[in-house]
């Protein structure tokens, strides 16, 4: 059974442009959740997902970020418009139940 | 606000025993765990406690006080390859996680 796949595990962007961050979770789980983690700091929580519906996007900025986890097909994190302060490595983790959570590799991001 | 707190860096040497300690004051506790994570890598499931007590696994055990808001992570025969961090997170409701800023751990010989 393939673990949590991320992709891409880097990737840059200039100041303006759009990042899509793709995460395929294990497989039979229909939960998704995705985390951001800056240097030297914690890791944050942005968004819940099942398949097709959004469960909690409290920890997600208000604009230029979006998610998505479609019926068939990856979930995908989406960022408008990034900016310096967007460079942070993203980690997508999923769960059979909603209880442990297993981690991707993550994606880091750099704006330029 | 959600405060979880523990040290930012520890040493120790290879063979030895060490303990990382994680005191948290949250709006609400369903579950506490620890992950371990390699520099560039993904966390990776060590432990999960929700009710009082030790929990062991290996050479890794990990205790909470609901109580106290306190847990440790008791790592024994310290190996080089357990260099990392090691994080400290809360399921404070529904089933998102509220991570700690992590512990590094590093491992001499």
């Known amino acids: 059974n393939a673990g949590v796949m991320q992709n891409p595990r880097h990737l840059v962007r200039r100041r303006g442009q759009e990042a899509r961050l793709r995460c395929s979770p294990m497989?039979?789980?229909?939960?998704v959740y995705w985390y951001r983690q800056l240097p030297e700091e914690g890791l944050k929580f942005m968004v819940y997902?099942?398949?097709?519906?959004?469960?909690?996007e409290s920890g997600m900025p208000k604009e230029r970020f979006s998610a998505e986890f479609p019926k068939e097909g990856p979930s995908i994190l989406r960022i408008q418009q990034v900016v310096r302060g967007d460079s942070a490595a993203y980690f997508c983790?999923?769960?059979?139940?909603?209880?442990?959570?297993?981690f991707g590799p993550g994606t880091r991001l750099t704006v330029t | 606000g959600q405060n979880i707190d523990q040290p930012t860096e520890m040493t120790a040497t290879e063979g030895a025993i060490v303990q990382i300690n994680c005191t948290y004051q949250?709006?609400?506790?369903?579950?506490l765990f620890w992950y371990q994570q390699h520099a560039g890598e993904a966390p990776t499931f060590l432990s999960y406690?929700?009710?009082?007590g030790l929990e062991e696994k290996g050479r890794f055990s990990s205790f909470l006080s609901r109580s106290k808001g306190y847990s440790y992570l008791l790592l024994k025969e310290l190996q080089m390859k357990d260099s990392a961090s090691y994080l400290c997170?809360?399921?404070?409701?529904?089933?998102?996680?509220?991570f700690g800023k992590g512990t590094k751990l590093s491992v001499i010989p």
């Open positions: 983790a999923s769960s059979p139940d909603g209880a442990e959570q297993y």
């Open positions: 497989k039979g789980h229909s939960h």
């Open positions: 997902l099942q398949k097709e519906n959004i469960i909690d």
């Open positions: 949250t709006s609400g506790f369903n579950g």
């Open positions: 406690n929700v009710l009082d």
């Open positions: 997170a809360v399921r404070v409701e529904g089933y998102q996680l509220t």
